[in-house]
Every structure is written in C-alpha cells, then in structure tokens.
C-alpha cells in the first residue's frame, strides 16, 4: 500500500508538473496569436496606405514628360520674345504715325 501511494504520489506530481508545463506553453501561444493578429492588421493597414500611393503616382507625371515640359516652356518663352520685339516695333511706328497726325492736324 505505501508503495502504492508513493507511485500514486509521483503520479500526481507528474500530472500537476506536466499541467504547469501546459499552461505555460498554451499562454505563450495565446500572446503570440495576440501578438500576430496586432501585426497583420498593421500590415494590412500599411498595404492599403501602400496602394493609395501607388494610385496617385500612376498619374504624377514621369521624369521625361517633365523634361518634355521644360523644353516646350523654353520654346515658348522664346516666341514670347520674339513677338514682343515685333509688337515694340509696332508700337514705335504706330507713335509715330499718331505724332505725324497730331503735327498735320493742328
């Protein structure tokens, strides 16, 4: 009988070690999974951040059309150029047309 309790003894003690051991391990999942599902909503999260970017550079335009750009804006100011020099010359004889006018008609 003593020998009986003695296994039954150690039985226990088996039984309430492998229990702990259980527990431990069962509560280190249960903050992993915690844990998981806190970063796959922050994944989640920084996927969706991540495709709203994506849709508006699609439409930013590209290194060559802005260069593009710059060579149509310098064509441009050139033409502004020139036809300001023209229209200054139209002004200066138009004045002196107008000037001509005002001598002849007084």
Do not use: C
Not at 86 to 95: Q, Y
């Amino acid at each position: 009988m003593n020998e009986l309790k003695e296994w039954l003894g150690l039985a226990a003690l088996a039984i309430s070690v492998g229990g702990f051991i259980y527990a431990w391990i069962t509560s280190r999942s249960k903050v992993n999974a915690e844990h998981l599902k806190s970063v796959d909503a922050t994944l989640a999260n920084h996927a969706l951040r991540i495709q709203a970017i994506e849709g508006e550079l699609k439409h930013l335009p590209a290194k060559d059309d802005v260069n593009d750009l710059k060579l149509a804006l310098a064509e441009l100011r050139g033409t502004v150029g020139r036809l300001d020099e023209s229209l200054n010359g139209i002004s200066r004889t138009v004045r002196r047309v107008e000037d001509f006018l005002m001598k002849e008609g007084s």
